[in-house]
C-alpha cells in the first residue's frame, strides 16, 4: 500500500494523530540551531575534532528526539533509554560547548511523563544552571541567554502539553462517536426484541393456560379437552404468522421519524448529513420498507464507514443515500443487513443495490412501488 492510499484509507482518528505528531515534531527546529552554533565555533578557532563530536551527539539527539511524544500518544510506557541518552547529550552540550539549543526539546519530551511538579522544577533549574553557566564559561550576558531559554522553553513545553490535551479531547470524542453507534445499533436490537415480546408474551401466556386447563379437563370431558387444543393450535398459528410478519416487514414505522432521528444521529457522529425527501403519495408499506433501509444505511455509515457526508434523498418511490467514507474494496453483504433487505424489496416488487458509484462516493439506492 503506498502512501497516499494509506492516508486516504486511515480512519479520522489516525488523522488527527498524525496532524498533532507532526506539528510537535516542529519543536525539533530549536536543536537545529547547534549545528550553525558549531559552525561559529569552528570559525572562531576551535579545533575540528571535539566539534565533530558535538555534531554527532546533536544527530543522535535531533534522531531519537521523536519517538518520546510518539510513544506518548499511543500511551506506551516511559521510554526511559530514550529520554536518558538525550538527558546526557544534552548536559554535554551545555557543558562542553556552552550550548543550550537541545535543553527546550528535552523538557518537552520530558513533559507527557513526569508529574507538573516535577516539570517544573526541571524548568526552573534550567532557567538557572544553564545561563549560568554560559555566563561563567564565556562571559556572556546572563540577560539576553535567560530570555532566549526562556521563550524556548515556553514554546517548547506549552506545545507538548497543548497538543496532549488536544490529542486526550480528540480521542474522548472519537470513543463518543463510535459508543453512539454502538447505541444505535443496540437501540434497534432492543426495539426489535421489545415488539417479539409484546407481541408473543400474551400469546404464549395463553397457550400455557389453556393447556392446562385442557389437561385437567382431559379425564372428565374428552370433548371440551380436544376442543380446547383446537383452540391452542389456532392460537399458535396466529402467533406464528404474526411473528412471520413482524420479522418480514419489522413493523410499521414512520419514515419521517426515522429521517429526523437518522439525521440527528449522523450529525452528533460529526458527519453532515442532507435530506431531502418527499414522502407524502408513498403508502404505509412503501414508507415502511424506505424507513427500514434509512435505518440499515445509517448503521452501515457508523459503523463501517469513515464519512464526513452523508445525502439522503427520496422521490417518487426512489431512495438515495450515499457517503463519502467507503474508499476501499466492497464485500458482500450481510444475510441479515442489506443482503436480507434486498430479498424483502424484491418480494414487494422493488429493488436495493449498494456499491461505489462513478464519483467514488458509495451509494445504496432502494426503489419500491409508490
Known amino acids: 500500500m503506498n502512501v497516499i492510499d494509506r492516508i486516504r484509507n486511515a480512519n479520522r482518528l489516525t488523522k488527527v494523530r498524525w496532524l498533532i505528531v507532526y506539528c510537535t515534531d516542529l519543536i525539533l527546529i530549536f536543536p537545529f540551531f547547534g549545528y550553525f552554533a558549531f559552525f561559529l565555533l569552528l570559525q572562531a578557532g576551535m579545533g575540528w575534532p571535539p566539534i565533530a563530536l558535538g555534531a554527532v551527539a546533536l544527530t543522535v539527539f535531533v534522531v531519537l528526539s521523536p519517538r518520546p511524544f510518539r510513544i506518548a500518544v499511543r500511551g506506551g510506557p516511559r521510554p526511559t533509554v530514550i529520554l536518558a541518552v538525550t538527558g546526557v547529550i544534552t ?63 515556553l514554546i517548547s513545553v506549552g506545545a507538548v502539553w497543548a497538543n496532549l490535551w488536544l490529542w486526550r479531547l480528540t480521542q474522548e470524542a472519537y470513543e463518543g462517536q463510535e459508543a453512539m453507534a454502538r447505541l444505535a445499533v443496540s437501540e434497534e436490537r432492543l426495539r426489535f426484541a421489545r415488539d417479539l415480546h409484546d407481541l408473543l408474551g400474551q400469546s404464549l401466556t395463553d397457550v400455557a393456560h389453556r393447556t392446562e386447563h385442557a389437561q385437567r379437563t382431559l379425564l372428565t370431558d374428552k370433548e371440551a379437552a380436544a376442543a380446547e387444543m383446537f383452540e391452542v393450535r389456532d392460537l399458535a ?87 463519502d467514507g467507503v474508499t476501499g474494496p466492497v464485500g458482500e453483504h450481510a444475510p441479515n443487513g442489506l443482503a436480507g433487505l434486498a430479498q424483502r424489496l424484491r418480494a414487494a416488487g422493488g429493488t436495493l443495490e449498494a456499491e461505489p458509484d462513478q464519483s467514488g462516493r458509495y451509494l445504496l439506492r432502494a426503489a419500491v412501488p409508490a
Not at 551545555?94 to 523538557?107: D, I, S
Not at 429526523?260 to 453532515?272: C, F, P, Q, T
Request: glycine letters at 4%.
Open 91 to 153: 548536559i554535554g552540550l551545555v557543558l562542553g560547548f556552552a550550548q543550550f539549543w537541545t535543553v527546550p526539546t528535552w523538557l518537552a519530551l520530558m513533559t507527557p511523563f513526569v508529574r507538573r511538579r516535577t516539570l517544573f522544577i526541571l524548568v526552573g533549574a534550567s532557567l538557572v544552571a544553564v545561563p549560568g553557566w554560559a555566563w561563567l564559561l564565556d562571559d556572556y550576558s546572563v540577560l539576553p541567554a535567560l530570555l532566549v531559554l526562556g521563550v524556548f522553553t
Open 237 to 323: 398459528r396466529r402467533s406464528l404468522r404474526e411473528v412471520r410478519t413482524v420479522v418480514q416487514n419489522y413493523r410499521a414505522v414512520d419514515l419521517d421519524e426515522v429521517l429526523a432521528s437518522v439525521r440527528a444521529v449522523l450529525e452528533a457522529a460529526d458527519v453532515r448529513c442532507t435530506v431531502r425527501a418527499d414522502t407524502a403519495s408513498l403508502s404505509p408499506e412503501a414508507r415502511t420498507l424506505l424507513a427500514t433501509v434509512v435505518r440499515e444505511g445509517a448503521t452501515n455509515v457508523l459503523k463501517h464507514s469513515k464519512a464526513e457526508r452523508c445525502t439522503i434523498t427520496i422521490e417518487d418511490g426512489v431512495l438515495e443515500m450515499s457517503n
